[in-house]
């Protein structure tokens, strides 16, 4: 499925062989490209704990995680939760699924602009400093009235 972009949307187009992430404006026009990783520590997206589900997700609020946060290390700043608009997740029994950057197990995952990357439970990991570019686009759409809307493509 392909979103219905409105005159205030954003679409963010996740590659997730190459590993990019794509920034669309309304017009289609590219507006910025980031690394990001769709990797599981279970493998294949059929899986509890799998690679991110192909399909499209709208995005939803972000959320600024607190450096007091027991979750802190594993999500980074910022946690953007990714609704299914196709029954991706729910056919699988996966849920809770978004964009953020962090990294257990990695050295300062939370401070560090650039932590390095470890697999997630089926988010789309980004660098801390693309997950706050990425975490300020979304609030700034949603702000002015638009959807953020996210395809992943493997």
């Known amino acids: 499925m392909k979103p219905n972009v409105q005159k205030n949307d954003v ?3 996740v590659n997730a062989v190459s590993k990019r992430l794509k920034c669309f404006d309304a017009s289609g026009q590219l507006k910025w490209t980031v690394e990001a990783h769709c990797e599981g520590t279970n493998g294949s997206y059929d899986v509890f704990q799998g690679d991110t589900p192909p399909g499209l997700y ?4 972000p959320d600024d995680v ?3 946060d027991s979750d802190r290390n594993s ?7 990714l609704n299914e608009m196709e029954g991706q997740l729910t056919r699988r029994n996966r849920s809770g699924l978004g964009v953020h950057g962090g990294g257990s197990g990695l050295s300062n995952p939370f401070y560090a602009m650039r932590q390095g990357w470890v697999p997630t439970h089926g988010c789309i990991r980004l660098q801390n400093e693309d997950a706050v570019r990425f975490a300020n686009t979304v609030k700034f759409i949603q702000r002015h009235g638009g ?3 996210l395809s992943v493509h493997w």
């Open 11 to 13: 679409h963010f187009v």
């Open 58 to 61: 709208k995005c939803g609020s």
């Open 66 to 68: 607190l450096s007091t």
């Open 75 to 81: 999500f980074g700043p910022w946690f953007v939760p």
């Open 147 to 149: 959807t953020a809307w």
